[in-house]
């Protein structure tokens, strides 16, 4: 069964440093990943998805993400974080029967 | 994007009663629907799937006579909490997807949610 793991239930980084959320997926066929934001109170919003097309994926927000099969990793990353972006990040694989498999999340938390 | 709605966004009943929820997709045709169900400070988990004019498919776990859905037309799905108790309180979130959208082949587009919260 595809799966992800997120490591990291709490991150913090001062404003303007690199953001770095880790995502590894487990997969016995290419997979479809995701990484989605989720503000308080709110639905969720895509940030970017691999499809097999690139392995390097920039999504909204300047976030981008690395698709590394030898690593099995999809690891979130923006090179200077910003207050706004203080938020529960999810990782996610879509399965065979196009469900989406999330991730525990990650809580961003932005210093100033 | 596609965009989808649901209504309402906030609800409290008491225990006991019934409350359903509409997912709406506003500018396409969704072929196919899911239900999540998030508990605070928690990840998503799907309840149920369906698809247009046919029965949910739910999750292991998920009692059907509990969560009611239906998916009448391409635009709208209903989740209905029957005899709702205080441990259904939750963050429920709808999302659609469609086979027929080129542009977003596949794509689950996501709710913003509906608070529950039953005394």
């Known amino acids: 069964a595809q799966s992800v793991t997120q490591l990291g239930s709490h991150v913090s980084v001062s404003e303007g440093a690199l953001v770095l959320l880790r995502c590894n997926y487990s997969?016995?066929?290419?997979?479809?990943l995701f990484w989605y934001v989720q503000y308080p109170n709110q639905g969720l919003q895509l940030l970017l998805k691999y499809t097999s097309a690139a392995t390097l994926v920039k999504g909204i927000n300047g976030f981008e993400a690395e698709f590394k099969k030898s690593e099995t990793s999809f690891h979130l990353t923006k090179p200077s974080a910003h207050m706004s972006d203080a938020a529960e990040y999810f990782c996610?694989?879509?399965?065979?029967?196009?469900?989406?498999?999330f991730g525990k999340g990650t809580r961003l938390h932005i210093l100033p | 994007g596609a965009v989808v709605s649901q209504h309402p966004s906030r609800v409290i009943c008491k225990s006991g009663t019934s409350v359903k929820i509409e997912c709406r997709s506003l500018d396409f045709q969704a072929t196919t629907m899911f239900w999540y169900r998030q508990f605070p400070k928690q990840s998503l988990m799907l309840m149920a799937t369906s698809n247009e004019g046919s029965k949910a498919t739910y999750e292991q776990g998920v009692e059907k006579d509990k969560f009611l859905i239906n998916h009448a037309s391409l635009t709208l799905s209903t989740l209905t909490v029957t005899s709702a108790h205080p441990e259904d309180s939750s963050f429920y979130i709808c999302?659609?997807?469609?086979?027929?959208?080129?542009?977003?082949?596949?794509?689950?587009?996501f709710g913003p949610g509906t608070r529950l919260t039953v005394l």
């Open positions: 999302s659609a997807q469609s086979l027929r959208l080129a542009e977003y082949y596949n794509e689950q587009f």
């Open positions: 996610a694989v879509r399965n065979r029967d196009d469900k989406i498999i």
């Open positions: 997969s016995s066929v290419p997979p479809y």
